[in-house]
C-alpha cells in the first residue's frame, strides 16, 4: 500500500431476522400489550417480577400465577440517551430508565421521555404510553412519561 | 401450537393465563432482529490485494516455511504463526474444489437468481481456494475439479473489490481428478 493513498474502507452489515417462539409467559406478556396491560408473575414469597420469567430466579421453580400491574411506577435508576439510538422510540434525546411498577418488585428496561436531563430523578413517577398500532411486541410500550400529578386530593 | 408438545414435566407447569386476555389471540413468537452496521478497514496485505483487483489481478502470499501460497493474502502463514511478506501474483484459473447449490435468496442480493452455485476457487499456484460464484454452464454440469477462469466486470466498473470477479466460468478444460482436487491436493504433497 502506498503511504499517499488513504486506506481503503467500507461499510459492512451483519444482520439476522430472528423470529423467537414466545412460550407461555412471555406470550401472554406479549400479548398483555398488545391489549394495553401490563403483567408479572408471582414468586413463591408473593414478590412480583416485571418482565415476568418462567422460573424464579433464585429457587428455579416454575412459576405460573401471573398477574396485573400498574402503568406507572417509580424510576429506579437511568441514564441519559443523547443522540437517540436507532432502536429508540422517539427522534430526540431521552432516558432510559429502570422502572418499577407499581404492584412489582423488579425494575423494567425502558424508555422516558422529559426535555432533558435536568426532568429525570431517581424516584420520579412515570406512567406509560402505548402506540396506536400493537402487534404483541416490548415496543407496543411506547416508553414511559411524567406521571401528571393529581389535582389536589 | 404449544399444546401439541408433550410438556417437559416436572419442569413445567401449566401457566395461568390472566382472564382479562384469555379470549384474545395469544402472541406465540416475536420478530427480533439482530443487526451490526461497522466500518471495516482492511488489512494491509488486504488493502494491497483489493487494490489489485482493480488492475484484475489476484495476488497471493507465499509461506516462507513451505511455500504454500494462501489467497486471500492474510499476512501470516496461520499454520506456523509465522509472517508473510512475499506476494506473488495468481492467475484468474483454476478449478472447483467444493460448491453448493442454493436455493434460497440471499436478502438484499436481487441481482442474483435462484438457484445459484458458489464455490471454493482454487487457483492454479495457490494452496486454498477462495469463494465464488460458478456460472455459465447449467447448475448440473458444476462439479468437483471442473476448470475454471474468471469473469471480469467491464474496464470501467472496475474498483478495488473482489466483485470484480462477476463469476467463474468452465474453461472447457479437462477436470482434476476428485480426489486431486481442492484442499485434498494437501494430501498429495505430503
Not at chain 2, 161 to 178: D, Q, R, V, Y
Amino acid at each position: 500500500m502506498s503511504e499517499t493513498e488513504e486506506p481503503l474502507r467500507a461499510e459492512l452489515t451483519v444482520e439476522y431476522p430472528f423470529t423467537r417462539t414466545t412460550g407461555d409467559v412471555i406470550g401472554a406478556f406479549m400479548t398483555g400489550l398488545r391489549e394495553k396491560r401490563i403483567f408479572g408473575i408471582k414468586r413463591q414469597d408473593g414478590g412480583v417480577l416485571v418482565p415476568p420469567l418462567e422460573y424464579d430466579p433464585v429457587s428455579s421453580e416454575p412459576l405460573t400465577e401471573m398477574l396485573e400491574v400498574s402503568q406507572s411506577g417509580v424510576v429506579d435508576t437511568w441514564t441519559w440517551v443523547d443522540p437517540p439510538r436507532p432502536q429508540s422510540p422517539w427522534n430526540v434525546p431521552h432516558a432510559l430508565a429502570l422502572i418499577r411498577l407499581d404492584g412489582a418488585d423488579t425494575s423494567m428496561l425502558h424508555a422516558v421521555l422529559v426535555d432533558s436531563p435536568s426532568d429525570m430523578s431517581t424516584g420520579m413517577r412515570v406512567t406509560a404510553i402505548w402506540e396506536e398500532e400493537r402487534v404483541g411486541h416490548i415496543a407496543d410500550l411506547t416508553g414511559f412519561v411524567k406521571e401528571v400529578e393529581e389535582s389536589d386530593s | 401450537m404449544t399444546e401439541s408438545h408433550p410438556s417437559p414435566s416436572p419442569l413445567s407447569k401449566k401457566v395461568e393465563i390472566p382472564e382479562s386476555i384469555r379470549e384474545v389471540e395469544p402472541v406465540r413468537s416475536i420478530r427480533s432482529p439482530v443487526k451490526l452496521v461497522y466500518d471495516f478497514v482492511p488489512s494491509p496485505p488486504v488493502q494491497e490485494y483489493l487494490r489489485s483487483y482493480s488492475k484484475k489481478r489476484i495476488l497471493g502470499h507465499r509461506s516462507p516455511i513451505d511455500g504454500a501460497v494462501f489467497v486471500p493474502p492474510r499476512g501470516v502463514d496461520p499454520r506456523h504463526g509465522v509472517l508473510i511478506d512475499e506476494v506473488v501474483e495468481l492467475p484468474d484459473r483454476g478449478h472447483v474444489g467444493n460448491f453448493c447449490v442454493t436455493h434460497l435468496p440471499i436478502p438484499g442480493r436481487d441481482d442474483l437468481d435462484t438457484p445459484y452455485v458458489s464455490a471454493w476457487i482454487h487457483l492454479d499456484g495457490a494452496n486454498v481456494g477462495f469463494l465464488g460464484l460458478v456460472a455459465g454452464c447449467d447448475n448440473d454440469e458444476v462439479h468437483i475439479g471442473m476448470r475454471v477462469q474468471a469473469v471480469w466486470k467491464k474496464e470501467e466498473e472496475l474498483g478495488n473489490t473482489a466483485e470484480n470477479i462477476l463469476f467463474w466460468k468452465p474453461t472447457g478444460e479437462p477436470s482434476i481428478p476428485p480426489d486431486e482436487a481442492g484442499n485434498r491436493a494437501w494430501d498429495h504433497d505430503k
